[in-house]
């Protein structure tokens, strides 16, 4: 069996999800043909990296200098965990030693350092994929195959939300997703998500209009709790936007929806159909076949609730049962698992590091048109 040397550059919150998604592999793809193995953990301080290790094991080399992965000869899989604004740097340098990169979202904290990994990846001889884990649910596969086959004719109009209310509270600290100097913001963290997933199942945007609101112009420092630090990232955003054919539709994401649990949702109404995905219920796919006899007493015509569950395809699916309720950890596993499959086959099959230079492009267009209050042709 194949083993990919996994390197990880981060052990806050997503570099812990993205271990766990390599640990569990074995567990819900079977028989498959490789597997991972984390050697080397990168923090920013010895006794983090320390403290990595001893979750991770023995086994695995604590580091803190990035470079001591990503230059690395016994590491084959560079995965980057880092702030926003630490990115760039780290891909740059794995790029160049020709690693395997696994990126999470956004690609950069600006499109300008995303142009430089573009133009670095003109001579990469590797494989990298963003971290775009819904797109990696059954339910957002089977929306997929039901837009390819047409299920729903032209796309007529759309909305979509990605809801938190994580920064609702003023108290809430300055931490760097809600600084703009560090890359964040809910464009970047919320934004690039549910971007995303619409141009993944409808095609490409061609023009949009955006507006963001900053709540509270100041927060408290994470580090000193008493002195105020002001606040340049934004807290929500409502965009408008219009795809090829014409059809238009409205894309939100926000971190001030109180009562919001991290919900993401969509509706896209076509002119045969429809599909939608309620509220974060990532177990079911809704479908509307306009097609349907209306009559009598309404016929067979409704929404059709689609149990995707966890019914993934082979060698996936086995488990846990494909009818156990599903949460937000299996995307990911999925998600990396895509992404392995993709070295181990040579074929790219998840979300390119490309596609994260187009994604960084669709937020800084988002910015533009809140800042100058205009339609932005893209």
């Known amino acids: 069996m194949k083993t ?11 570099g812990k999800v993205h271990a766990y998604g390599y640990a569990n592999l074995p567990l819900y793809y079977s028989p498959c043909d490789f597997r991972a193995e984390i050697t080397h953990v990168c923090t920013s301080r010895p006794e983090t990296a320390a403290k990595a290790k001893e979750i991770l094991g023995e086994r695995v080399t604590g580091v803190c200098d990035f470079r001591q992965i990503t230059e ?10 880092t702030p926003n604004h630490l ?57 997929k195959q039901l837009m390819e086959a047409g299920a729903i004719g032209e796309v007529l109009e759309f909305s979509a939300f990605h809801m938190h209310s994580g920064s609702v509270d003023p108290n809430t600290p300055l931490k760097w997703k809600l600084s703009g100097e560090a890359g964040g913001g809910v ?15 409808m095609g490409p945007f061609c023009e949009l209009s955006a507006a963001t609101r900053i709540l509270y112009p100041q927060r408290p420092d994470p580090k000193e709790p008493g002195r105020m630090r002001k606040v340049e990232a934004e807290d929500n955003m409502f965009v408008t936007a219009r795809l090829a054919n014409g059809a238009l539709g409205t894309i939100t994401a926000s971190k001030i929806a109180t009562g919001a649990e991290d919900e993401l949702s969509f509706t896209i109404h076509g002119s045969k159909g429809a599909l939608r995905l309620n ?25 059709t609730a689609i149990d995707c569950g966890q019914r993934y395809e082979a060698p996936g699916g086995g488990f846990p049962s494909a009818k156990s309720s599903i949460g937000w950890m299996r995307s990911h596993v999925h998600c990396i698992y895509t992404f392995l499959n993709s070295i181990y086959l040579g074929k790219q099959l998840g979300p390119s590091l490309e596609h994260g230079v187009h994604i960084q492009y669709l937020l800084d267009k988002i910015r533009q048109s809140a800042a100058d209050r205009t339609w932005v042709t893209l």
């Open 4 to 14: 990919y040397r996994v390197g990880l550059i981060g052990f806050g919150f997503i």
């Open 72 to 81: 690395n000869p016994e590491v084959d899989v560079v995965d980057i965990c």
């Open 87 to 143: 990115h760039c740097e780290e891909l740059l340098s794995a790029i160049a030693h020709n690693k395997n990169i696994y990126c999470d979202k956004p690609l950069t904290a600006t499109l300008a350092q995303a142009r430089q990994v573009q133009q670095a990846l003109k001579s990469y001889k590797a494989f990298g994929q963003m971290t775009f884990q819904n797109r990696f649910f059954p339910a957002a596969l089977r929306a």
């Open 187 to 201: 464009v970047a963290d919320l934004g690039s998500h549910i971007l995303d997933l619409m141009e993944h199942l």
């Open 279 to 303: 509220g974060g219920d990532w177990f079911h796919l809704y479908y509307y076949d306009g097609n349907a006899a209306g009559a009598p007493i309404g016929g067979l015509r409704g929404w």
